[in-house]
């Protein structure tokens, strides 16, 4: 069964680069035609679609909601069976839980258990 | 990039059918069959209930259907069950991104 995890820091100070990583487990990244990305939920609010990135005939091809376009960037390590978000500039509204996400054709199929990630000097 | 509207609350008595409703554009709902729903209870991720519109991926029971108008879509819970009390998402494509509605939660009394 597919099982997807988040992990990295839990605390990030303002200004500096949100860094998250995705270890996917039950099935590999690259050996099928999907999308891997991220979608965050600041606390008390709802949920927010980051970007995703392609993986086999659609390897590379990237995709950010365009309010976000200017500091995010996904990226694979398939070697790895991860994927990763780096999020620059941060200030406290990125305060969120952010879950990685496993996509087919727009429809979020699978999806981490999340991680906190909170903005704060 | 404006987020799909959804009722900020319903509400129902078990057994009873509530419809939730997500209205987007031209460029987003009324433009895709790739309209998704998604249920959240508390500190809990996100579960897929319907896509492309109106199927249900295999162990969501058929109480929850969705379906598409125009530039609405709408999600209908019957037999309403204690169970069924969350959080609901709907999510578009649209077009080189993906917005979700900004939830609903849903009360059963």
């Known amino acids: 069964q597919l099982q997807l995890q988040e992990s990295g820091p839990g605390l990030v100070k303002p200004s500096e680069t949100l860094s998250l990583t995705c270890t996917v487990s039950?099935?590999?990244?690259?050996?099928?035609?999907?999308?891997w990305g991220w979608v965050r939920q600041p606390p008390g609010k709802g949920l927010e679609w980051i970007g995703t990135i392609g993986t086999l005939t659609y390897s590379g091809n990237t995709f950010y909601k365009p309010s976000l376009k200017s500091r995010v960037t996904i990226s694979l390590d398939t070697s790895n069976n991860q994927f990763s978000l780096k999020l620059t500039s941060v200030t406290a509204a990125d305060t969120a839980v952010y879950y990685c996400t496993k996509e087919v054709e727009s429809t979020t199929h699978h999806w981490g258990q999340g991680t906190l990630v909170t903005v704060s000097s | 990039q404006s987020a799909l509207t959804q009722p900020r609350s319903v509400s129902g008595s078990p057994g009873q059918s509530v419809t939730i409703s997500c209205t987007g554009t031209?460029?987003?709902?009324?433009?895709?069959?790739?309209v998704s729903w998604y249920q959240q209870h508390p500190d809990k991720a996100p579960k897929l209930i319907i896509y492309d519109v109106n199927k249900r991926p295999s162990g969501v029971p058929g109480r929850f259907s969705g379906s598409k108008s125009g530039n609405t879509a709408s999600l209908t819970i019957s037999g309403l069950q204690a169970e069924d009390e969350a959080d609901y998402y709907c999510?578009?494509?649209?077009?080189?991104?993906?917005?979700f509605g900004g939830g609903t939660k849903l009360t059963v009394l």
């Open positions: 039950g099935g590999s990244i690259s050996t099928s035609d999907h999308y």
């Open positions: 031209g460029s987003d709902v009324g433009a895709y069959k790739y």
């Open positions: 999510c578009s494509h649209a077009g080189t991104y993906v917005v």
